[in-house]
């Protein structure tokens, strides 16, 4: 493939804190390397952008990927409080809000993991499980983090028949990696559901009428050698071009 012809995809990054002491913005080397061997050429979308210049970086970009990350500010949609809850960001929050709106305004392919389909899911009015343990019955273990590989397949996730990731996957069943102690309880409008955990959460979502706009609640960045994950991103970055 010509280099001229690589989509070019933003990719949302954290706040951290380097060793000296000061906050650095981050992004995950497993989405880099999920956009570039998927044929993208995948950078990094900064913290504290002003709301005024992002759609002049949303001209230059072929597609958005909302990578994973802490939780969302409950205030956001009006979450019960839980002392589970960490990693709030009001700077990213206030970002990946604002790219959500304008990426589906403009049709820009958007592909959402984990944190990713929680902003999605909330930006388009729905809620979430502040902690998924307390407060969904027979809830199976979903937090296999931090002391657990990445890449550990914690439990099957079905497909809804027809649906993109069916035919992305080409299966009505598979089996994921679970890294996240939060999720989707009511679906935001817009929004169809589309993969399920055995206790019945809602693993993946998919907007209406967008050409590209779905989001899953494992990480497939993290099973680089599988081939639905290959497929998932593979198939991104084509409605990219």
Not at 33 to 58: C, F, K, N, S, Y
Request: net charge negative; glycine share 12%.
């Amino acid at each position: 493939m010509s280099r001229t012809h690589q989509p070019l995809i933003g990719i949302t990054g954290g706040l951290a804190q380097n060793e000296s002491g000061s906050l650095v913005c981050q992004v995950g080397q497993a989405y880099v390397t999920a956009i570039t061997r998927a044929g993208g050429l995948p950078v990094m979308i900064p913290l504290g952008l002003e709301d005024a210049g992002l759609p002049a970086l949303l001209d230059r970009l072929d597609g958005v990927l909302l990578s994973g990350g802490g939780d969302i500010d409950p205030e956001r949609f009006n979450g019960a409080l839980h002392a589970k809850v960490y990693g709030i960001s009001p700077e990213r929050d206030q970002l990946e809000f604002a790219l959500v709106d304008l990426a589906l305004e403009m049709d820009k392919p958007l592909l959402a993991i984990c944190r990713g389909i929680q902003v999605l899911n909330v930006a388009l009015g729905g809620d979430l499980h502040t902690h998924i343990q307390d407060q969904v019955t027979h809830a199976l273990k979903h937090d296999w983090f931090p002391k657990f590989p990445r890449d550990k397949r914690a439990h099957t996730v079905s497909l809804k028949c027809d649906s993109k990731l069916d035919q992305i996957y080409g299966m009505d069943e598979i089996r994921v990696n679970s890294l996240h102690h939060q999720g989707i309880s009511r679906v935001g409008e817009g929004l169809v559901a589309t993969a399920f955990a055995p206790d019945g959460l809602v693993e993946g979502v998919e907007v209406t009428g967008a050409k590209f706009a779905l989001g899953v609640q494992w990480h497939p960045e993290c099973l680089p050698d599988e081939e639905g994950s290959k497929k998932l991103f593979a198939a991104f970055v084509q409605a990219c071009h």
